[in-house]
């Protein structure tokens, strides 16, 4: 059974960086595409940035020049580093994988089937 456990979080003012860590368990991580997603007041996640298993990497365009997701997979990590952070990039981080992501489905959460149980991030202003 696929496990993944985040780390990282935390408060942080504007302008400074914060570096989320994934933690992946259970199966091999070149399998898998992963991802984060952020969740503000109970809204629907929403795709922040993805690493597919071939290496190719996406954001959304709130986050890019910003953000900067990575994977170690001898490690059986996945990383995102924050920099530049604002106000609006408040919210619950969760990480995400899948073994089966296409190219067209990388922002759709409904497409991971592995999800963590998130960490707080909050950026002061």
């Known amino acids: 059974q696929v496990q993944l456990v985040e780390s990282g979080g935390g408060l942080v003012q504007a302008g400074g960086s914060l570096r989320l860590s994934c933690a992946l368990s259970?199966?091999?991580?070149?399998?898998?595409?992963m991802a984060w997603f952020r969740q503000v007041n109970g809204q629907e996640r929403g795709f922040v940035a993805a690493?597919?298993?071939?290496?190719?990497?996406h954001y959304t365009d709130s986050v890019k020049g910003r953000f900067v997701i990575s994977r170690d997979n001898r490690k059986s990590t996945v990383e995102l580093q924050m920099n530049s952070l604002k106000p609006e990039d408040t919210g619950v981080y969760y990480c995400?994988?899948?073994?089966?992501?296409?190219?067209?489905?990388?922002?759709?959460?409904?497409?991971?089937?592995?999800w963590g149980h998130g960490t707080q991030v909050t950026v002061s202003s």
């Open positions: 690493i597919r298993s071939r290496g190719d990497t």
């Open positions: 259970g199966s091999t991580a070149s399998r898998y595409s």
């Open positions: 995400a994988a899948s073994s089966t992501l296409i190219l067209s489905n990388v922002k759709n959460a409904g497409a991971y089937g592995y």
